[in-house]
């Protein structure tokens, strides 16, 4: 399954919102994930099962989509949240991640 | 909170060996499905391989497959990768995970540097 994020790279002003999509080249149902990394750090899970938000992370974050259609919104974005995402789908091996987005301050 | 320290990279010549090794603290390895995750240098991530909980269900990148190898230690409650045959394209930071949906958790990383 090949994912597809896009726009590669998102300049973003602080308390704009910001919309990443993750298409997939088949159906991977809802076995999505969302990753948030920040330079010299491990990548950090921030979305499962699509839409279910790991609880380090605000309410800002929503995740939505099913299929091969998906999308991070943030919605008021915070200087903590400049960063790349990657999304991962698990529901085949490989599983495989898409090749991330960077968001930028704008 | 469930932790994981990865230990055993370096700088190594090409066809030469390495074990990584993936300590877990608050959590038992052999409970949940485990894998090494690795990224080159200014580049995305990529699965290496990984191995279900049950120990019955083994994949590996075709990447890698025939070079490396995936295992637990019980004593240690760890995760290994044995690495061998070495290659320029090999180098990156592994990282070791956990998984249920999603990973988890993650090690800190640990470099492999392959370079004549």
């Known amino acids: 399954v090949v994912l597809t994020q896009s726009p590669a790279t998102l300049s973003v002003s602080p308390g704009q919102r910001a919309t990443l999509s993750c298409r997939a080249s088949?159906?991977?149902?809802?076995?999505l994930a969302w990753y948030q990394q920040k330079p010299g750090q491990a990548p950090r899970l921030l979305m499962y099962?699509?839409?279910s938000r790991a609880t380090v992370f605000p309410a800002r974050f929503i995740g939505s989509g099913s299929g091969t259609e998906f999308t991070l919104t943030i919605s008021s974005l915070q200087s903590e949240d400049f960063a790349i995402y990657y999304c991962?789908?698990?529901?085949?091996?490989?599983?495989?991640f898409g090749q991330g987005t960077k968001v930028e301050i704008k | 909170q469930a932790q994981l320290v990865e230990s055993g990279g370096g700088l190594v010549k090409p066809g030469e060996s390495l074990r990584l090794s993936c300590a877990a603290s608050?959590?038992?390895?052999?409970?949940?499905?485990m894998a090494w995750i690795r990224q080159a240098p200014g580049k995305g991530l990529e699965w290496v391989s990984y191995i279900r909980s049950s120990g019955d269900t083994i994949y590996y990148a075709d990447s890698v497959k025939g070079r490396f190898t995936i295992s637990r230690d019980n004593a240690k409650n760890s995760l290994d990768l044995q690495m061998n045959s070495l290659r320029a394209e090999d180098t990156a930071v592994y990282y070791c995970?956990?998984?249920?949906?999603?990973?988890?958790?993650w090690g800190q990383g640990t470099l492999v540097t392959v370079s004549s």
């Open positions: 608050e959590f038992i390895v052999t409970y949940f499905d």
């Open positions: 991962q789908q698990y529901n085949d091996w490989p599983w495989t």
């Open positions: 099962g699509a839409s």
């Open positions: 088949q159906s991977v149902s809802n076995k």
């Open positions: 995970v956990r998984h249920t949906r999603g990973c988890d958790y």
